[in-house]
């Protein structure tokens, strides 16, 4: 089993940025995908990006070219690097390791 804690949320203005942390403790060394979704009220959770163990990414449309994923496996950490943030950004982001997910953290970005 693997635990998950995500950091780096907050308050931003749109067109800044922001770093988002989830550390795993326990079996990382298994985890095959981790990535990062998002949830704003009364909507589903949507994929923002994933990376594989070998370090394969996917991204959804709307983050593609803005947002960066990466793992750091000395670390057992996963970052999501979030630049040029728009105010449609706002949501809570959740880490997810294979079918193990965080507690969420909240990132707000102002107009």
């Known amino acids: 089993q693997v635990q998950l804690v995500e950091s780096g949320g907050g308050l931003a203005q749109a067109g800044e940025s922001l770093r988002l942390s989830c550390a795993a403790s326990?079996?990382?060394?298994?985890?095959?995908?981790m990535g990062w979704y998002r949830q704003t009220p009364g909507n589903q959770r949507e994929l923002v990006a994933t990376?594989?163990?070998?370090?394969?990414?996917t991204y959804s449309d709307s983050v593609k070219g803005r947002f960066t994923i990466s793992r750091d496996n000395t670390k057992n950490t996963v970052y999501l690097q979030m630049n040029n943030l728009k105010h449609e950004d706002s949501a809570v982001y959740y880490c997810?390791?294979?079918?193990?997910w965080g507690q969420g953290i909240q990132v707000t970005v102002s107009a």
């Open positions: 326990g079996r990382f060394f298994l985890i095959i995908r």
């Open positions: 997810t390791a294979d079918a193990e």
């Open positions: 990376i594989t163990r070998g370090g394969a990414t």
